[in-house]
Nanobody, 123 residues
Framework: QVQLIESGMGEVQAGDSRRLSCAVS????????MGWFRQTLGKERELVAI????????EYADSVKGRFTISRDDIAGTVSLQMDSLRPEDTAIYYC????????????????WGSGALVTVSS
């Protein structure tokens, strides 16, 4: 049974940092690119950051470049999102995803999703 379990949800103040983690089990972790998406009420789920299956490549949404950093630990089977200089507009439910594609193919080839972690940024 494949599981993607996010942790690190909570409420922070604008300007603070927060780290999200996603623990993955039940699949061959190194065969998957991993990513983080976020969604707010009434909006589509948007891609935040992705990392290739061997960790050599990353891509970020323009809105988080320079503030968020995605990383993976292939031994522990985890993917993390370090979020710095948080803004109220970063408030969302953050989802971890595992894909057999990368770049423009990542979303289309997602095979597994986590259940989400709410991050609230107060001004």
């Amino acid at each position: 049974q494949v599981q993607l379990i996010e942790s690190g949800m909570g409420e922070v103040q604008a300007g603070d940092s927060r780290r999200l983690s996603c623990a993955v089990s039940g699949l061959t972790f190194t065969s998957y690119a991993m990513g983080w998406f976020r969604q707010t009420l009434g909006k589509e789920r948007e891609l935040v950051a992705i990392i290739s299956n061997l960790g050599g490549r990353t891509e970020y949404a323009d809105s988080v470049k320079g503030r968020f950093t995605i990383s993976r630990d292939d031994i522990a089977g985890t993917v993390s999102l370090q979020m710095d200089s948080l803004r109220p507009e970063d408030t969302a439910i953050y989802y971890c995803a595992a894909s057999v594609g990368f770049g423009s193919d990542f979303r289309r080839l997602i095979e597994y999703w986590g259940s989400g972690a709410l991050v609230t940024v107060s001004s």
